[in-house]
């Protein structure tokens, strides 16, 4: 089975533009979330989407967004962007059957963002 | 609200020593607890889990943690570490949805020859 992918995989932006970050689940798995990791703050969440539907929410600002399509494939967009979201962009999909030792987390590699 | 505290930033071990990584967690229920693994450049590899049960959970590459309610500490221990190991380590613990899960900062190991 094909892991968790994520496009692109390297992406430079300046201040003030949007980008939007693409990230495919492991086939069969319905939940997707997405974390941010700086230096800084670490590993943070940002959202989690299940059936298109957004089931949690980080405390991040509006400018992040993100979305889910009927084929579990998810997107996160970042309008406006700022210095500070230089960062590491991690997506992890999981199974969600409802019992939870399915419920467990498998990353992909991350697209590293940098804003100038 | 959960939270996550790996006391150690870094941590130093000869190959072949044994290892142990702290984690302590507050939570205020029975918590979901895990080990990941990260290489540079990498996303995060799951090591264990723990959901319920055994309080003493064996994971990939030889690693194993054991669950202390009493303490709300889910340490990662090995008995002989690799170089192969050097890596940075994160523990998370995670609500009834695991798609939402608290990390710690992350201990980074490095393994001296």
């Known amino acids: 089975k094909a892991g968790v992918t994520q496009t692109p995989r390297y992406l430079i932006k300046t201040r003030g533009q949007q980008v939007t970050l693409s990230c495919s689940p492991i086939s069969g798995h319905r939940s997707v979330s997405w974390y941010q990791q700086t230096p800084g703050q670490g590993l943070q969440f940002l959202f989690e989407y299940f059936s298109e539907t957004q089931r949690n929410k980080g405390n991040f600002p509006g400018r992040f967004s993100g979305r889910q399509f009927s084929n579990s494939r998810s997107e996160m967009n970042v309008s406006t962007l700022e210095l500070g979201d230089s960062a590491l962009y991690l997506c992890a999909s999981s199974y969600v059957s409802g019992g939870p030792s399915t419920d467990t987390q498998y990353f992909g590699p991350g697209t590293r963002l940098t804003v100038l | 609200a959960q939270s996550v505290t790996q006391p150690d930033i870094h941590i130093t071990v000869s190959e072949g020593a044994s290892l142990e990584l702290r984690c302590n967690y507050s939570y205020g229920a029975t918590p979901y607890l895990f080990w990941y693994v990260q290489s540079p450049g990498q996303g995060l590899q799951l090591l264990l889990k723990?959901?319920?049960?055994?309080?003493l959970v064996q994971g990939i590459k030889g690693f194993e943690a054991e669950f202390k309610r009493s303490q709300s500490s889910f340490n990662l221990r090995k008995p002989s570490v690799h170089w192969s190991d050097a890596a940075e380590y994160f523990c998370?613990?995670?609500?009834?949805?695991?798609?939402?899960?608290?990390f710690g900062d992350g201990t980074t190991l490095t393994v001296k020859p």
């Open positions: 723990y959901f319920s049960g055994d309080t």
């Open positions: 998370a613990v995670g609500a009834q949805s695991a798609g939402k899960s608290t």
